[in-house]
C-alpha cells in the first residue's frame, strides 16, 4: 500500500531548540494531518492542512502544506520538555478518490534534554 | 467528557482465548476505524464502519470481527488469540469518510498482550 516517508527516525535536542520534521509521499494528497503520540496514550491531533501551500499555526507549532501536494512538515519552536513524544504525518487522498483511509507516516521520536 | 473511549486499557490473556475491545465515541460522528499499532509504533488500519456499515477491510485474519450495533459503537472481537495479536489497538472516529475533512480523533487506546 501507500507508503509515507517521515523523517528524521527520531531527535534529540536541547530545550529551547527549534525542530523541523518532514513527510513526503510518491502520491498526491489532497489532506494532511499532523498527530503527537504521548507514552501510553493514543495520537492526538495538532494541525489539519486542506490546501496546498497552506502555512497553519498552532501555538509554537507550525505545518505547511507542500505546492505538490506530495510533502508537509512540522515546525516546533522553542522546544520544551513537554513536547517529549512521536510525532506522526498522515496524508488522506480525499472523497472520491477511491481510497478512503488516512496513510500514516513512521513517526519520528522526539527527545527533549532539559 | 472522553471524546473516544475504549475498554479495556490493558488486556492480558492466554493464546487460545476469544477476547473483545469495546470502543465508544460521543462526538456524533459517523465513522469509526480500528488500528493496530506493533512495538515499532506503526499504525495500521485494520477496519472501518460509516453509519454501522462496513467500509474498509483490510487484510486482517478472520480471527478480528468488527461490530457496530450503531454508529457512536465499534467493538473488535478476537478469536483464538495468538502471540503475535499482542499490540496496542486504537479505535478512532470522524465526521464522515467521504470528506476532504477527515480528521480521525483516537481514543487511548487497549494494550493486548497474549502469553
Known amino acids: 500500500g501507500q507508503q509515507l516517508n517521515q523523517s528524521p527516525q527520531s531527535m534529540f535536542i536541547q530545550e529551547g531548540e527549534d525542530v523541523s520534521m518532514n513527510c513526503t509521499s510518491s502520491?498526491?494528497?489532497?489532506?494532511w494531518l499532523w498527530y503527537k503520540q504521548d507514552p501510553g496514550e493514543g495520537p492526538v491531533l495538532l494541525i489539519a492542512?486542506?490546501?496546498?501551500?497552506e502555512l497553519t499555526s498552532n501555538g509554537r507549532l507550525t505545518a505547511q502544506f507542500g505546492i505538490t501536494r506530495k510533502d508537509s512538515f512540522l515546525n516546533i519552536s522553542a522546544s520544551i520538555p513537554s513536547d517529549v513524544g512521536i510525532y506522526f504525518c498522515a496524508g488522506h487522498f480525499g472523497p472520491g478518490a477511491g481510497s478512503y483511509q488516512l496513510t500514516f507516516g513512521k513517526g519520528t521520536k522526539l527527545s527533549v534534554i532539559p | 467528557d472522553t471524546a473516544v473511549s475504549q475498554t479495556p486499557k490493558y488486556l492480558v490473556t492466554q493464546m487460545g482465548n476469544d477476547k473483545s475491545i469495546k470502543c465508544e465515541q460521543n462526538l456524533g460522528h459517523d465513522t469509526m476505524y480500528w488500528y493496530k499499532q506493533d512495538s515499532k509504533k506503526f499504525l495500521k488500519i485494520m477496519f472501518s464502519?460509516?453509519?454501522?456499515?462496513?467500509?474498509i477491510n483490510e487484510t486482517v485474519p478472520n480471527r478480528f470481527s468488527p461490530k457496530s450495533p450503531d454508529k457512536a459503537h465499534l467493538n473488535l472481537h478476537i478469536n483464538s488469540l495468538e502471540l503475535g495479536d499482542s499490540a496496542v489497538y486504537f479505535c478512532?472516529?470522524?465526521?464522515?469518510?467521504?470528506?476532504?475533512?477527515?480528521?480521525?480523533?483516537f481514543g487511548p487506546g487497549t494494550r493486548l498482550t497474549v502469553l
Open positions: 464502519y460509516n453509519n454501522k456499515e462496513l467500509i
Open positions: 492542512l486542506y490546501k496546498a501551500g
Open positions: 502520491s498526491i494528497f489532497n489532506t
Open positions: 478512532a472516529s470522524s465526521q464522515s469518510w467521504d470528506t476532504v475533512y477527515n480528521e480521525q480523533f
